[in-house]
């Protein structure tokens, strides 16, 4: 059955963050008028007596959890024990307080770091445990999975109802573009744009350039997460993606086309590549959610750099 979340008091933790907008738009867009949004100077999440009167202040009936402490291939490589303790730490408080709360739905928003590091291409959800997830991500990978595994256990025992999805790699408008935690769209865009207004005749990108991944309008993404929290009851993963790959090489050139950099790119091949390849099996979303992407690749980028390009003349 289908939840009517404008009936429902909504917690969405990260709901002031990239993927934490467009979620709470599309929620508003439903007609829900009881969001609450945590935040991270009254709320911290790693630790339980803040989960705890997180509960008792917003009395929620649904909670979609997309807090996260992540980054690029630096970012992890930096704070592998901080990016375990605080993802593990978040979801294992949230989840208990759920249980005692007697909530109605728990939405786990995992990642894609999870699944092991040569998957066969594309990944399907049964291939989630057939292997060590990459290293470099590895330590954040295998705190979201770990919550995966909790809400089973709760669903077995506690009868939570839940749901966890695995989104690709995100990217859109609001996303982070600070070079030393970014992903590798935003960093991109960031150091194509900056290159155009300097006149700069180059640009440095990390690893080879011959790895792929897959990327998913942060919109798409929102609306995949809400459909989740509507239909799902058991915590079965979900992909959610394109079903499209791209090497980071073709992904360099295209946004350089975008943005109207024309210089030399220097590949750094003494910086790591990250994970082979990644491409999803979306065949369960469509089954499950009834949902697909709608927003395609180039548009999608097009929007983005406008966003951060008019952002970055008001700023």
């Avoid at 070079?179 to 700069?200: Q, W």
Wanted: aromatic residues 8%; contains cysteine; charged residues 25%.
């Amino acid at each position: 059955m289908t939840i009517d979340l404008s009936t429902k008091r909504i917690v969405v933790t990260g709901g002031a963050g990239f993927l934490g907008r467009a979620v709470c738009e599309r929620l508003r867009l439903r007609g829900c008028r009881d969001i609450f949004i945590p935040r991270r100077s009254k709320y911290d999440l790693t630790h339980e007596a803040d989960v705890a009167r997180l509960y008792h202040d917003s009395r929620p009936e649904v909670v979609i959890h997309l807090a996260a402490e992540v980054g690029g291939i630096g970012a992890n490589m930096a704070n592998p024990g901080r990016y375990f303790f605080a993802n593990m730490a978040m979801s294992l408080h949230l989840i208990e307080q759920a249980r005692i709360a007697g909530l109605a739905k728990f939405v786990q928003v995992g990642t894609i770091c999870a699944y092991p590091k040569f998957t066969p291409v594309p990944f399907r959800e049964e291939e989630l445990w057939n292997g060590y997830p990459e290293e470099t991500n590895a330590p954040y990978g295998i705190a979201k999975k770990a919550a995966m595994v909790m809400l089973d256990g709760y669903a077995r025992q506690y009868g939570l109802q839940s749901a966890y999805v695995l989104p690709v790699n995100l990217y859109g408008p609001h996303d982070n573009f600070d070079l030393e935690t970014s992903h590798v769209i935003p960093a991109l865009i960031r150091k194509c744009v900056s290159a155009v207004e300097s006149k700069a005749g180059s640009i440095e990108c990390w690893g080879t350039g011959v790895v792929s991944r897959e990327f998913l309008y942060v919109d798409d993404a929102a609306e995949a997460v809400i459909r989740a929290a509507e239909v799902l009851t058991e915590p079965v993963p979900v992909n959610l993606g394109v079903g499209m790959e791209i090497t980071i090489r073709d992904l360099v050139d295209l946004i350089a086309r975008l943005t109207g950099f024309a210089g030399e790119i220097r590949w750094n091949s003494s910086k790591p590549d990250g994970q082979p390849r990644r491409c999803l099996d979306t065949a369960r979303a469509r089954q499950m959610l009834g949902w697909q992407a709608q927003v395609g690749f180039e548009e999608g980028l097009k929007r983005t750099i406008e966003w951060f390009r008019e952002r970055s003349r008001t700023a």
